[in-house]
């Protein structure tokens, strides 16, 4: 990669973007980080949901803090709630401030369960005493509500925000940007991207295989996840926010898979289905149960998302921050009505399969292969959006226009 326009900030020079980590942060606010976010009106209601097991006894009066683990909960806690009431809610003009515990979902954006518990212990019901009385909600939870949120927001008229996986990393770094320039970014690599007509990835193995996955796009226009929800509209942001993203509408080809336990395999994608995994390395049991998953309910095989990291930020160790990282990609199988896509909870056979689950190409997290290349394919042009895990030139340029 050349030396980076003079045109463009600090944070996006070479150095930065070769070494992440290096890059200088201001100091967590919530003020900041809420006003900008919500811009919320005189006497605004707002309140934090987290998830327990077993939330009755863990929420009432915060014993969950005398308790080994729980860390997400006890950064919600210590970052979140604490700070409401030590002065953020006076300073923004907003009230209420309380902070609510629902079941653990156990999987990526599954529909919460209405039973929720406040920290008298009292069970209350998330439609009839939560969504409607609070103008901004702040889920903070293990697994994701994006999905969930976005729909009950669309309901109820309220804003929110999810913060799933929270931590200290996140919070020093992807919740410390000036998110009126995270959106900006966003949009100019929306703009260089929107109204694609495909987009080919090749996945270079340690073999030396290539492979290649093809995604159809059909010329929409490309959406962002920017993390400004500042408007009336009901609406939920994903923070730390920073992607460009889009709903295939069709999909051929292969990719390399990296499971949880670390086993390798090639997925084959038709007609914008996984069908069939094969090993590379690890555990065979690992492909078997996923091929019998794929057998049983297709539908959790179906991509629902391609996205690109629009940020420049540190690795932290989880994904709703590390897919954010400028020169990363990512699909996401199952749901995405949230995203404006077609597929919603009752395509699946079962409720547990309806999650939407991102499959994440960065170097920390797919050590094992490349993403050697990401090509976009627009009204005849061909332009490389990512080489070897870096923003094209093009991706470069496009964040230099516009600016001074």
Request: charged content about 25%; aromatic content about 8%.
């Given at each position: ?51 327990f ?12 803090l ?9 950064k ?8 409401l009431?030590?002065g953020?809610m ?41 969504y ?34 929270l931590?200290?990393i ?8 000036d ?37 159809g796009?059909a010329q929409?226009?490309a ?31 292969h ?10 395999g090639?997925?084959t ?56 990282v ?10 995405d ?31 094992n ?12 042009t ?23």
């Amino acid at each position: 990669m050349s030396p980076a326009s003079p045109a463009l900030p600090d944070y996006l020079a070479e150095e930065i973007l070769l070494h992440p980590e290096n890059r200088q942060f201001p100091p967590f606010d919530l003020v900041s980080l809420l006003g900008t976010v919500f811009e919320p009106t005189q006497g605004c209601r707002v309140c934090i949901l987290t998830d327990f097991e077993d939330p009755a006894p863990l929420i009432k009066n915060f014993t969950f803090l005398t308790k080994e683990g729980f860390p997400v909960q006890k950064k919600a806690h210590e970052a979140f709630y604490q700070a409401l009431h030590g002065g953020a809610m006076e300073a923004l003009g907003m009230n209420g401030g309380e902070m609510f515990a629902y079941r653990t979902t156990h999987g990526s954006n599954l529909d919460l369960q209405d039973e929720v518990w406040d920290t008298q212990g009292q069970r209350l019901s998330l439609d009839a005493d939560i969504y409607p009385h609070y103008d901004i909600i702040l889920c903070i939870s293990t697994w994701s509500a994006t999905a969930p949120l976005t729909a009950k927001c669309k309901e109820f008229g309220f804003r929110g925000a999810t913060l799933h996986g929270l931590n200290d990393i996140i919070l020093s770094s992807g919740l410390a940007v000036d998110y009126h320039e995270v959106s900006a970014d966003a949009e100019r690599i929306r703009l260089a991207m929107t109204r694609a007509d495909d987009i080919e990835i090749d996945f270079e193995l340690e073999d030396g295989r290539v492979l290649t996955a093809w995604l159809g796009l059909a010329q929409q226009e490309a959406q962002k996840s920017h993390g400004l929800c500042n408007g009336t509209a009901p609406d939920v942001a994903n923070l730390p926010a920073g992607e460009v993203y889009f709903v295939p509408t069709d999909a051929n080809g292969h990719f390399p898979m990296k499971y949880e336990d670390g086993t390798l395999g090639v997925l084959t994608v038709k007609d914008r289905c996984i069908i069939q995994s094969e090993l590379i390395a690890g555990n065979p049991a690992t492909i078997e149960a996923h091929n019998a998953r794929l057998a049983d309910d297709p539908m959790t095989g179906t991509l629902g998302e391609l996205g690109f990291g629009t940020q420049v930020l540190p690795v932290s160790g989880a994904d709703i921050q590390d897919e954010k990282v400028l020169g990363t990609c990512h699909l996401a199988t199952g749901r995405d009505d949230h995203l404006g896509g077609d597929i919603v909870p009752d395509m699946f056979k079962k409720h547990e399969n309806s999650t939407h689950d991102d499959i994440l190409f960065a170097p920390h997290k797919t050590p094992n292969f490349n993403v050697k290349e990401v090509r976009m394919n627009r009204g005849g042009t061909q332009e490389v959006i990512i080489e070897n895990f870096r923003p094209s030139r093009y991706i470069i340029d496009a964040l230099a226009g516009g600016r001074d």
